[in-house]
């Protein structure tokens, strides 16, 4: 099960959520994210870079788009959860992986040519912090790639989930506010001022947009084995729990092509450090 808000920590309550999903997260989300995850990477000096940091890891989905980037690298995993990088090293086995908050990176100053944050700043309470941290571990002139949702990135049918979880009595989210904040950087001019106020300096700033046509199958997948209608679900008795997927599963059915286009925004940024 998940743990509670109550329980303290937010990185340890958000750690403890993503350990007890890693491999779904791997399954059904990280494919999702991966692509836009690489524009930011192909976007990045990389080609010369000798050591590269990927902060927040996760399953590792951009690790062979960086090696291909990079060929000469040397690239460092950290995340702050353990099971996912279990899962970076059963399909990467030589990359150097460590348990780490980016908000306290354990690596010495000046070591990486660059650093990569593929949707991770909102996960830190202190996105500040973690930025500063990571301008520390660049070199003079390293670089660093951030991607972050924009104002638009809800996907299709999450009415139908909202209403049927709440009908149902389903509990809200387990995670605390303070590792989703998303409006703090959902728009270039808000990282810009982050990465600005992290001394380092913005080189581009961009918002990208994708599209995507889910299958309902592929959608009603992702929501009953990932995130927050997992998450939400899970706090339901078995009974309650497929009643309220027998309600979501019909109404889901009946969305039009056009309703399952998710067309999400993703701010892009790439900044050095002096």
Same mark, same amino acid.
């Given at each position: !099960?998940?743990?509670?808000?109550?329980? &303290?920590? #937010? =990185?340890?309550? %958000? +750690?403890?959520?993503? $350990?007890?999903?890693?491999?779904?997260?791997?399954?059904?989300?990280?494919?999702?994210?991966?692509?836009?995850?690489?524009?930011?990477?192909?976007?990045?000096?990389?080609?010369r870079a000798t050591a590269i940091?990927?902060?927040?890891?996760?399953?590792?989905?951009?690790?062979?788009?960086?090696?291909?980037?990079?060929?000469?690298?040397?690239?460092?995993?950290?995340?702050?959860?353990?099971? !996912?990088?279990?899962?970076?090293?059963? &399909?990467? #086995? =030589?990359?150097? %992986? +460590?348990?780490?908050? $980016?908000?306290?990176?354990?690596?010495?100053?000046?070591?990486?040519?660059?650093?990569?944050?593929?949707?991770?700043?909102?996960?830190?309470?202190?996105?500040?912090?973690?930025?500063?941290?990571?301008?520390?571990?660049?070199?003079?002139?390293?670089?660093?790639?951030?991607?972050?949702w924009g104002a638009n990135h809800?996907?299709?049918?999450?009415?139908?989930?909202?209403?049927?979880?709440?009908?149902?009595?389903?509990?809200?989210?387990?995670? #605390?506010?303070?590792?989703?904040?998303?409006?703090?950087?959902?728009?270039?001019?808000?990282?810009?001022?982050?990465?600005?106020?992290?001394?380092?300096?913005?080189?581009?700033?961009?918002?990208?947009?994708?599209?995507?046509?889910?299958?309902?199958?592929?959608?009603?997948?992702?929501?009953?084995?990932?995130?927050?209608?997992?998450?939400?679900?899970?706090?339901?008795?078995?009974?309650?729990?497929?009643?309220?997927?027998?309600?979501?599963?019909?109404?889901?059915?009946?969305?039009?092509?056009?309703?399952?286009?998710?067309?999400?925004?993703?701010?892009?940024?790439?900044?050095?450090?002096?």
């Open positions: !099960m998940y743990p509670s808000i109550a329980d &303290g920590d #937010p =990185t340890r309550v %958000l +750690a403890a959520t993503y $350990a007890a999903s890693a491999h779904d997260y791997a399954r059904l989300w990280a494919p999702v994210i991966q692509p836009m995850g690489e524009r930011v990477v192909a976007a990045m000096p990389l080609a940091l990927d902060v927040g890891v996760g399953s590792g989905a951009l690790v062979s788009t960086i090696r291909t980037a990079a060929p000469g690298a040397l690239i460092i995993g950290v995340d702050r959860v353990g099971r !996912m990088l279990d899962i970076v090293r059963a &399909g990467s #086995p =030589t990359i150097p %992986l +460590a348990v780490m908050d $980016a908000q306290l990176l354990g690596l010495r100053s000046s070591t990486f040519d660059a650093a990569i944050l593929a949707f991770v700043l909102f996960h830190l309470p202190d996105p500040l912090c973690g930025l500063s941290e990571v301008a520390r571990v660049l070199r003079p002139g390293g670089v660093v790639g951030t991607t972050t809800v996907p299709p049918g999450s009415k139908i989930w909202d209403e049927a979880l709440d009908a149902h009595g389903a509990e809200p989210e387990v995670l #605390p506010d303070s590792v989703q904040q998303h409006t703090l950087m959902d728009a270039p001019e808000k990282v810009r001022g982050l990465l600005e106020g992290a001394g380092l300096v913005p080189a581009r700033l961009w918002v990208e947009h994708f599209e995507r046509t889910w299958t309902w199958q592929e959608l009603f997948a992702l929501r009953c084995g990932f995130g927050i209608y997992r998450r939400r679900l899970d706090t339901l008795r078995e009974d309650l729990r497929r009643r309220c997927l027998e309600r979501i599963r019909e109404r889901v059915v009946h969305l039009s092509t056009a309703e399952l286009v998710w067309r999400p925004e993703v701010v892009c940024a790439v900044a050095s450090r002096l």
